[in-house]
């Protein structure tokens, strides 16, 4: 736990780490996600693996001058290998491998133009990724690095009092909050102040866990946006949209512009706001309590 949150900062669930053009055959990238030092590499065949950093043999970093020779990923230090799967293929100059001679490795998917991991004893697999992800046009991707907790990224969609007061909304939107497990779905139907006036619209997020939401707007476009969050450390959070139109590219665009003003609005709340355990609630508030019931399982 930080001084800031009363839960840990890395809630069990699945993460974007890394875009899928940042990873091509043979690339090795060292990481810094969910409190943990990390590399991520694709063998010479193809396939993406993202392991604990360090080397069981004498502690190197395996993301800092490790490369992959064809399936296996080559410790800068000894000459080391490891496959995909963690596990030590070659221990240069010895007669055998050594028992014990692995790295953690996290399951890792191919989802929505980028690779997400499960971490923290994650159980489940993500859902099939929707079609408008995969056919639809990528009008806008923007990344934010904040001060905050995963927690407040989803928070904030259900917490319908501040769209009038933060983002100057002509109206409360009216949204309901449905657990399924460690699925969540959330319905709103809202106006906005977008940068071509208010405008009228409809909300369906769907999502896993704390670091996987779908949301799909309908009114002034229609729009799908990719909505991940991953914790790096206790106090850092990434956030990252991808912004996919199948229709008014043009339209959907200049509504993307206007969420990330949204965005920017909250950023600077989220940075310097503290986490009420029992906040005074009222009925303008939204289905938070819902909501901060259904995230307590994935601590």
Not at 56 to 69: D, F, K, S, T, W
């Amino acid at each position: 736990m930080s001084e800031r949150y009363p839960f840990s900062p890395f809630p069990r669930g699945w993460y974007h780490v890394a875009s899928l053009d940042e990873l091509p055959p043979r690339k090795v990238l060292p990481l810094r996600a969910l409190g943990r030092d990390l590399v991520l590499f694709r063998t010479k065949g193809g396939e993406a693996a993202l392991l604990d950093a360090h080397c069981p043999h004498q502690g190197a970093h395996l993301g800092h001058g490790g490369r992959v020779i064809d399936e296996t990923l080559r410790c800068p230090f000894h000459g080391w290998r490891f496959g995909a799967d963690g596990r030590c293929a070659h221990a240069a100059g010895a007669d055998e491998i050594p028992r014990g001679a692995e790295v953690a490795r996290y399951p890792l998917l191919e989802r929505g133009g980028g690779l997400v991991a499960g971490f923290a004893g994650e159980r489940g697999e993500l859902p099939p990724e929707p079609d408008e992800l995969e056919d639809g046009e990528v009008v806008l991707e923007r990344v934010w690095d904040v001060r905050a907790h995963v927690h407040e990224a989803v928070e904030n969609l259900v917490d319908a009092a501040h769209f009038a007061a933060l983002h100057h909304t002509p109206s409360r939107p009216r949204t309901s909050f449905e657990p399924r497990g460690d699925e969540a779905r959330i319905e709103s139907r809202l106006a906005m102040a977008s940068l071509e006036g208010d405008v009228a619209t409809t909300l369906d997020a769907h999502g896993v866990g704390l670091g996987w939401w779908v949301l799909r707007f309908g009114g002034i476009a229609d729009v799908t946006v990719l909505t991940t969050a991953t914790p790096l450390d206790a106090e850092r959070l990434s956030f990252r949209l991808r912004f996919v139109a199948r229709g008014d590219a043009e339209a959907a665009a200049s509504f993307a512009r206007s969420v990330c003003v949204q965005v920017d609005q909250d950023k600077l709340v989220w940075e310097h706001k503290v986490y009420r355990e029992a906040p005074l609630l009222t009925a303008a508030d939204g289905p938070i309590a819902e909501y901060r019931a259904w995230a307590r399982r994935f601590y």
